[in-house]
């Protein structure tokens, strides 16, 4: 009977203890993180948060952060189930991007090839343009795209990415016709944004966040309410249009991956997300914190795929 009730203590202390940040188990080797996009965009800066957390506490565990980029992700994506199903190859996964890419065709894999594990955090859309143009806010940038149609560019990160189908949403949404222009990552379009390269980005929360002191111009933030760091960006519901969409990131796993080892990374990435300053450095960048484990990856995953499958309806994809 005593064991019984030790047991059930223990359970019902598990949820307090990933809430508080404590790591159920640290790995038993290094952990290799392999990044589908460059050095420098929001996928690298978070994958650097959760290095530092897990060194905290995990001090004997090391993350490896290496990148395979290419194709907008879909290059790490298509060969993520050649590393070894070992519990310590993970490897970041985004939404909508997963889902989009094989509906288009382009690709050499298929949504149900990618084993997500954890979800951890979501970025807002968020529209910018170079502090050096003449644009100096959302009617403006309106008025310019409607004056000159098909010669504005904004730049994004990737081909059939969030970016990208947030670009069509704004276009369909405000009447307006504008160049997208895909670059591997959000971090090799920041030159290119501040140098007026191109006239503006479809992006997210925090490249606009680290990036206002440093020559970037919001316009128009896709949540709820406007950002805390950003008071004078309106939402687009704001403007008119009822928009509070942008980008998932997680964690993901080759499919040789047993289910208790997926169960570990899944606990182990929860924790992570429950520690003080994992919250502190989210919330700095601007990106909004989410749990999604092992336990709701199923519907999770049929609920976003359903919707992201009629997005890419409108959007013309998989339509040569």
């Known amino acids: 009977m005593k064991r019984i009730l030790g047991t059930l203590a223990l359970a019902l202390l598990a949820p307090a203890a990933f809430a508080q940040g404590q790591v159920p188990a640290c790995p038993d080797k ?19 948060h959760q290095q530092i957390v897990l060194k905290k506490k995990c001090p004997a565990v090391e993350t490896i952060i290496q990148y395979k980029a290419g194709a ?10 050649q ?15 997963i889902v989009f890419q094989p509906i288009q065709g382009d690709v050499q894999y298929k949504t149900a090839d990618v084993v997500p594990v954890f979800w ?10 170079s502090a050096k143009s003449g644009i100096k806010d959302f009617p403006d940038f309106i008025k310019a795209a409607k ?3 098909g010669k504005l560019s904004l730049a994004g990160s990737g081909q059939f990415s969030a970016n ?3 670009h069509e949403r704004l276009d369909a949404a405000f009447g307006i016709k504008t160049i997208y222009v895909p670059f591997k990552g959000t971090g090799d379009l920041a030159t290119s944004v501040m140098g007026g390269q191109v006239d503006g980005a479809m992006t997210y929360t925090p490249f606009a966040i680290a990036n206002k002191d440093k020559g970037v111009r919001p316009l128009a933030v896709a949540m709820d309410k406007r950002h805390p760091l950003m008071p004078d960006v309106p939402t687009f519901k704001e403007l008119g249009v009822d928009w509070v969409d942008g980008a998932y990131r997680g964690i993901g796993v080759p499919k040789s991956t047993p289910p208790e080892a997926r169960k570990r ?9 429950g520690d003080a300053e994992m919250k502190e450095l989210a919330g700095k960048s601007g ?16 609920s976003k795929t359903k919707l992201y499958t009629e997005g890419a309806a409108r959007m013309g994809l998989g339509k040569k």
């Open 30 to 48: 290094n952990v290799q993180y392999w990044q589908a996009f460059p050095p420098g965009g929001e996928s690298d800066l978070s994958a650097r």
């Open 265 to 273: 990374l899944s606990d182990t990435w929860r924790a992570l997300n």
């Open 147 to 149: 004056a000159s149609p």
């Open 72 to 81: 907008g992700g879909a290059l790490m994506w298509t060969q993520m189930n």
């Open 120 to 129: 951890f955090h979501f970025t807002p859309d968020i529209l910018v343009v």
């Open 164 to 166: 990208h189908a947030a």
């Open 83 to 97: 590393l070894p199903g070992d519990g310590v190859n993970v490897v970041g996964v985004n939404l909508p991007h």
């Open 287 to 302: 990106f909004e914190l989410v749990n999604v484990g092992v336990e709701d990856m199923d519907a999770f995953m049929q």
